[in-house]
């Protein structure tokens, strides 16, 4: 999807679409199904193009003047921003993604015009999925004196910690901690 836009014809309506748009809907119903004839003034629809055909804005959020947008305002009001006398805002749906108002079971409530979460989170090592670190070592007597390239081994003499051969143990789990809490974070 590349656009977010919303239906905001103020002083007339289309009687037909010259232009098809694509778009993504939810519906929920108990009886048959039929094809919408006409959006409903404030509907938002997700495209797959990067402009806003004739009848719709761009979910940017944008100011739009009350004056002529009177319907449209009746029913944003000043939800998504402006200062309610001159102007109001279109949602800003740029690197969000939508979730209902209200609080379903077991979840947080959400007001309408909400916003939350960030685009880019770095998780925090309490977030992390719990995790080990193995470290490998040589159960032979250790050759070499210098850690760089090299593993633990069987220490006899004490310049000679480290070997230069192939790992063939695994040292003790106490040896590193395990890492990560999995713990959830904030995401929306």
């Known amino acids: 999807m590349r656009n977010c836009i919303v239906r905001n014809l103020s002083t007339s309506k289309l009687k037909t679409m010259k232009k098809f748009i694509l ?11 039929k094809a919408q004839a006409e959006p ?3 509907q938002i629809a997700f495209v797959a193009f990067t402009f ?4 719709w804005a761009e979910c940017n959020g944008q100011l739009l003047p009350i004056s002529q ?4 305002f009746s029913l944003l009001g000043t939800t998504y921003g402006g200062n309610g006398q001159t102007t109001f805002a279109l ?3 740029r690197g969000r ?5 209200g609080q379903g079971n077991g979840l947080s ?3 309408l015009g909400q916003t939350g979460g960030t685009e880019n989170h770095t998780l925090t090592i309490a977030e992390m999925p719990q995790h080990i670190h193995n470290v490998n070592a040589v159960s032979a007597e250790g050759n070499q004196n210098v850690p760089t390239g090299n593993l633990p081994a069987n220490t006899k003499a004490l310049d000679k910690e480290y070997a230069d051969s192939t790992a063939n143990t695994t040292m003790n789990l106490g040896m590193i901690s ?3 809490g999995s713990q959830p974070h904030e995401n929306r």
């Not at 806003?52 to 009848?55: L, M």
């Not at 947008?69 to 449209?72: D, P, Q």
């Open 23 to 33: 778009s993504l809907t939810v519906l929920l119903s108990v009886t048959n199904l």
């Open 40 to 42: 409903y003034l404030g």
């Open 52 to 55: 806003a055909p004739k009848g």
């Open 69 to 72: 947008n009177t319907a449209l």
């Open 91 to 93: 949602p800003d749906m």
């Open 97 to 101: 993604v939508l979730i209902h108002n």
């Open 109 to 111: 409530n959400y007001e």
């Open 178 to 180: 395990p890492a990560g």
